[in-house]
């Protein structure tokens, strides 16, 4: 039997929702913070299939036209490897800071979030207003100088730099091992559309879907993953903010979501965002507030946007310091009103949505509680109820554009790393150059064809968003304390840099230990804010003292790496006070963080 609602997604009785699939169970998890009850296998006989008409076939398969002939478009700027990896340091600001945004907007952060405003709702935009914008502002203002100012290629280039060889090749390790692995969860995401849409087996949609991205990948570079990243961004809005008002239309405008949202369970707490006792696991309201402003908002949110290669790398295409600035400065300004396309649709859901509602009703009574709905799927369910064709094929080519930004975002950062900081540093040196932008295009095929076979490993964890997290506290917090003490402290030395991120890292590792014994008990993400927390004391306490005992670099080489030791032209475009007042990054930075402030006390 089938249940549909003409030109919307019909749902079979006997079907398994997308979000049941274990990958999605996994990556999707996000929004309940807790393990999934239980796993249900997904085959094609029993995932969602859609009611769609013509109209929407046909916007999706444009999108596709799109997206190949900005690869092709993009290949003819490709005659170096700088060309291929770097776009040739020439692109806008603008467009870098757009693209900046698009990389990160991937099924994690439109499905997750989503579904996290379902169950915390408000609570939902610390991961924005506290646990993003303000590390990209710092990002800008303080570190973009150093990366490109010093001319590097890629952020563990950077770290040989300033402690050389040991720090810099554990950092490529794990960077490109991690990238691929994420890759493999987009790319399983991206699999799992096609096949709902078309109705192809999974597996056979896994490969075309990474195919379409290793084609504009390969052909064109990063330039390609840039400029495709622009149009996804606005593929994504024009998909997410029709979703947003249509529902709100139907939900009896602000008014009618707030009365029907403190009617529900969890009642008027989740029209505030503050203390989050939810989100961070803490019942004391202050302990709460330390949490998340230190754990997520400091430790975890700083080590992930100012050492994540993935994000800088975009910035690193711009043609001046000044212009790499602007780049996170600019795409922090999209960042911040994002939750109001992402986690308001979720709110809406959960109380317009029969189904969603009912499932909120049962697992608030009984937080054991399982059924076939689940939080993950709560964006989905809206889409199925207030989308006419059209606008569903929009929604349908906005989830693709936002799985392909992920997928396409790790591929290019882990050719990069692979080609540059691994192949060309420990393998193959002192090469002509199109040797290595033949290794970057190898680097591109090799890791797609990874990602194909992560893509299946990513569905035997039971809840990715915690293991990304837990990875997360496990390399990000102690790598930005490494960065962070040696960018500003040039007696640091090169055996305090790698000895700190060990320790740093192994320190995580015990705690993470200890919650999974239940020494302690946290919910939601707590355990991993205070393995975040410890991660980076640790590193700092082990960096000073081996730094004390063991010689520092000559003050000569930490030039361009240390801010102490960097004259003040190499750190600032010299053109910068000629910027009219809309370019000049701190004053950008400046207006975003008072408005960032301005919405945590709004929606306080």
């Not at 591109?444 to 293991?467: E, K, L, Q, R």
């Not at 640091?492 to 590792?509: D, N, R």
């Not at 000073?544 to 004259?567: D, F, H, I, N, R």
């Not at 950008?588 to 709004?602: H, K, M, R, W």
Request: hydrophobic content about 50%; proline content about 5%.
């Amino acid at each position: 039997m089938t249940r549909s609602t003409p030109g919307f997604i019909a749902w079979r009785d006997d079907a398994v929702p997308l979000a049941d699939s274990p990958v999605l169970h996994s990556a999707l998890d996000v929004a309940t913070l807790r393990p999934t009850a239980s796993t249900v296998h997904l085959d094609a006989a029993s995932s969602l299939q859609l009611d769609a008409d013509p109209v929407d076939y046909a916007l999706v398969a444009l999108y596709f036209v799109f997206v190949i002939g900005i690869g092709l478009l993009a290949r003819r700027r490709v005659s170096s490897s700088i060309d291929f990896f770097l776009s040739g340091r020439s692109l806008p600001a603008w467009v870098t800071g757009l693209a900046f945004i698009s990389a990160n907007l991937g099924a994690v952060e439109i499905m997750g979030m989503s579904a996290n405003g379902a169950e915390y709702g408000f609570p939902t935009f610390h991961y924005f207003w506290i646990g993003a914008v303000p590390a990209m502002l710092f990002l800008g203002v303080v570190m973009m100088p150093f990366y490109y100012g010093s001319k590097v290629r890629s952020v563990p280039e950077f770290m040989r730099r300033r402690f050389g060889t040991g720090a810099h090749l554990v950092n490529a390790l794990s960077f490109a091992t991690a990238q691929v692995l994420i890759a493999g969860v987009n790319l399983y995401l991206l699999g799992t559309i096609v096949n709902v849409l078309l109705g192809w087996p999974l597996w056979v949609s896994v490969i075309v879907a990474a195919v379409i991205v290793l084609s504009y990948i390969t052909l064109g570079g990063l330039s390609a993953a840039i400029y495709n990243e622009v149009l996804q961004f606005f593929v994504i809005v024009a998909a997410l903010l029709p979703l947003t008002l249509v529902g709100l239309h139907k939900v009896g405008g602000w008014e009618g979501l707030r009365d029907k949202v403190t009617a529900s369970p969890g009642g008027a707490a989740q029209l505030e965002s503050w203390p989050g006792n939810a989100l961070s696991g803490f019942s004391n309201n202050f302990l709460s507030v330390v949490g998340i402003v230190f754990g997520l908002g400091f430790v975890l949110s700083f080590g992930y946007w100012t050492t994540n290669f993935v994000e800088v790398q975009r910035a690193l295409a711009t043609h001046s310091i000044s212009a790499a600035r602007r780049t996170p400065i600019i795409g922090a300004y999209p960042k911040m009103f994002i939750p109001l396309i992402v986690v308001i649709p979720g709110m809406i859901s959960a109380v317009l949505v029969p189904q969603m509602a009912e499932y909120k009703n049962q697992v608030t009574a009984n937080p054991d509680y399982t059924g076939d709905v689940t939080y993950n799927q709560a964006l989905l369910y809206l889409m199925k109820d207030v989308l006419p064709n059209g606008l569903l094929g929009v929604g349908l080519a906005g989830l693709l554009a936002a799985f392909m930004a992920g997928m396409a975002a790790n591929i290019s950062a882990f050719n990069t790393v692979f080609s540059y900081d691994l192949w060309q540093q420990y393998v193959r040196r002192d090469r002509p150059d199109h040797y290595y932008l033949g290794v970057g295009r190898l680097a591109t095929v090799g890791a797609t064809v990874a990602a194909i076979f992560t893509a299946f490993i990513a569905g035997n964890f039971s809840n990715m968003m915690d293991y990304l997290q837990t990875l997360f506290s496990f390399f990000n917090a102690p790598l930005f304390a490494t960065f962070i003490l040696g960018m500003f402290w040039k007696r640091m030395t090169p055996t305090a840099g790698w000895m700190g991120l060990v320790c740093g890292t192994g320190s995580a590792i015990v705690v993470y230990v200890l919650h999974k014994t239940d020494v302690f008990e946290l919910s939601g993400q707590g355990s991993s804010f205070v393995a975040a927390g410890v991660a980076f004391f640790v590193d700092i306490a082990v960096s000073v003292a081996v730094t004390m005992v063991t010689q520092p670099k000559p003050a000569a080489e930490l030039v361009g790496l240390v801010y102490s030791e960097t004259p003040k032209e190499m750190r600032t475009d010299p053109e910068s006070d000629s910027l009219p007042w809309y370019q000049r990054p701190v004053l950008l930075a400046g207006i975003a963080f008072a408005l960032v402030i301005a919405l945590n006390i709004i929606v306080g």
